[in-house]
């Protein structure tokens, strides 16, 4: 199997880096899809990558252009996928799907998993196929802090990959029937108590927030405690909490359980962020304004390389055109580039291109799945830098 390979779960500056890769020979990008529902058992999953390792092949006797070394190198590393994912090393358990990048003139074997499910697919190209990274790339990290007077759970993730971090539990006196002094002094004692415990907590989670990314923060327990655990947060952490509280019971819910009460703040939350870019959008498309809008003006923007965040549309795909020499992009296929003249070379995907227009100048991707706005645009749009 040769050396070590690399494996690990999608994070931002990890994806980043994929997509930024150019090596100098072609490369395979194999993604395997690993939903539950469908391929939970050996024999599934077996199948599914027989059929992988089939179009691979398929594919890459279908490639022009390819030299007769790059052909030899590109069939040995199908039978080293191969190999791996019908090994014991192969890191199916956690995963919703997994990516494999492979090019061994260029030293690349490099794998994956994503938290949610991908449809299967091979490519074979001169640049990794990168758009289920784009994908893993919005997925939000999630900090989630669950709360009582006596104890603390502290989760971290993205919302369909929520994993524990830390348990607290304090001792806190119990309450007793006792009149007089004693009892409000033993009251006191128990409010000091559940406080010192709730500021630890908090303590924990500030801790996580400084050390690590995160986008939201989410918190549970009982209404009479939570507030009380949210007042002991950082200045620079209590702004990143949302409204909504997570409903689960403390005492008994498994990982599983709070990853879906959390997965309908993260719906809520996303329709948010995206009802807030598009209506950024529709206020700066027009003369002068920060927006464009449509297939022609978002490729000038980013051929200017003035794109801040690229939206786009599910379903959103069309073929263009790119200049060989500088880059351009183009809505046209057969014409020559206004730039320098060269004929321009056909895309069959222009979504990807797009994509990867985006990230080299270090702009963000987001896909609009919620609202209907991109629509009249063909699927495609972006907010500008100026």
Same mark, same amino acid.
């Given at each position: ?13 990890? !994806?980043?880096?994929?997509?930024? *890769? ?8 194999? *993604? ?13 999953? %077996? ?13 890459? =006797? ?7 070394? =790059? ?28 990516? /494999? ?9 490099? &794998? ?6 991908? =449809?299967?697919? /091979?490519? @074979? ?35 369909? +990959? ?38 630890? /907590?908090? =303590?924990?989670?500030? #801790?996580?927030? #400084? ?9 549970? +327990?009982?209404?009479? &405690? $939570? ?7 950082? +200045?620079? &952490? ?7 509280? $997570? ?10 359980? @709070? ?15 995206? #009802? ?58 057969? !014409? ?10 056909? /895309? ?9 227009? %985006? ?5 963000? @991707?987001?896909?609009?799945?919620? *609202? ?15």
């Amino acid at each position: 199997m040769g050396k070590p390979v690399a494996v690990s779960s999608v994070a931002a500056g990890q !994806a980043r880096r994929l997509i930024e *890769y150019k090596p100098e020979h072609p490369l395979i990008s194999l *993604y395997m899809d690993l939903d539950p529902e469908r391929f939970a058992i050996a024999p599934a999953r %077996a199948s599914q990558i027989r059929s992988l390792v089939d179009e691979a092949g398929r594919e890459l =006797e279908a490639q022009e252009g390819l030299s007769h070394d =790059e052909r030899i190198a590109l069939r040995s590393d199908i039978r080293r996928i191969d190999e791996f994912l019908t090994s014991p090393q192969a890191p199916f358990r956690g995963a919703r799907a997994l990516a /494999v990048f492979c090019s061994s003139p260029a030293g690349l074997f490099e &794998v994956v998993q994503l938290l949610r499910p991908t =449809e299967a697919r /091979v490519s @074979v190209g001169r640049s990794p196929y990168v758009e289920p990274l784009v994908a893993a790339l919005q997925d939000r990290r999630w900090l989630v802090a669950l709360v009582s007077r006596r104890e603390g759970r502290v989760l971290e993730g993205p919302a369909e +990959g929520l994993a524990e971090q830390a348990r607290l539990e304090d001792f806190v006196r119990g309450r007793h029937d006792q009149g007089g002094w004693s009892q409000a002094n033993y009251e006191r004692s128990i409010e000091k108590d559940t406080e010192d415990h709730l500021r630890r /907590v908090a =303590e924990a989670v500030n #801790r996580l927030w #400084r050390t690590e990314r995160f986008h939201r923060i989410a918190a549970g +327990g009982p209404p009479e &405690v $939570v507030p009380r655990f949210e007042a002991h947060l950082a +200045g620079d &952490v209590r702004p990143h909490l949302i409204g909504e509280r $997570v409903a689960v019971d403390l005492s008994s819910a498994n990982e599983e359980q @709070v990853r879906r009460a959390v997965a309908g703040l993260v719906a809520e939350d996303e329709k948010r962020s995206e #009802r807030d870019a598009l209506d950024r959008l529709q206020d700066g498309i027009g003369s002068g304004g920060r927006g464009a809008g449509g297939p022609y003006d978002t490729l000038v923007a980013l051929n200017e390389r003035r794109v801040q965040t690229l939206l786009l549309e599910p379903a959103m795909d069309r073929q263009g055109g790119r200049c060989p020499q500088c880059g351009m992009l183009t809505v046209e296929a057969n !014409a020559r580039c206004p730039a320098d003249g060269s004929e321009l070379e056909e /895309v069959d995907h222009l979504r990807e291109a797009a994509i990867e227009a %985006a990230l080299a100048q270090g702009a963000d @991707v987001f896909v609009v799945r919620h *609202y209907p706005d991109l629509g009249p645009l063909q699927g495609i749009a972006a907010l500008l830098r100026f």
